[in-house]
């Protein structure tokens, strides 16, 4: 059974910063492109910022210059560091992550998965 389990949410004032970090657990053979959405209360989830397997990096308007995603693939890991948060920022915070995994006799399939999220919340 494959999991995303994120962390590093909070509350912070405006300005501040958060680091939050996303743990892929299970038998995995391996993880693809790895993602970070929000979803703010009646707002649609939105993506913020994704990593390829290879480091390829793309962000969102809003998260450019102020947010950081990164991965260490020994780890399963990926992190989003957010700098100069402000209160629009303020959401529930998931994990998304494309992972392979073994189905038997030499098969593997590729599926996508999701964490349960994690709450920031940034005060003005």
């Known amino acids: 059974q494959v999991q995303l389990v994120e962390s590093g949410g909070g509350l912070v004032q405006a300005g501040g910063s958060l680091r939050l970090s996303c743990v892929a657990s299970?038998?995995?053979?391996?993880?693809?492109?790895m993602r970070w959405y929000r979803q703010a209360p009646a707002k649609v989830r939105e993506l913020v910022a994704a990593i390829t397997d290879t480091g390829t990096i793309n962000y969102a308007g809003s998260a450019k210059g102020r947010f950081t995603i990164s991965r260490d693939n020994a780890k399963n890991m990926v992190y989003l560091q957010m700098n100069n948060l402000n209160p629009e920022d303020t959401a529930v915070y998931y994990c998304n992550a494309f992972i392979r995994t073994a189905q038997g006799m030499g098969n593997s399939r590729l599926d996508e998965y999701w964490g349960q999220g994690t709450q920031v919340t940034i005060s003005s």
């Open positions: 299970g038998i995995i053979q391996g993880i693809g492109s």
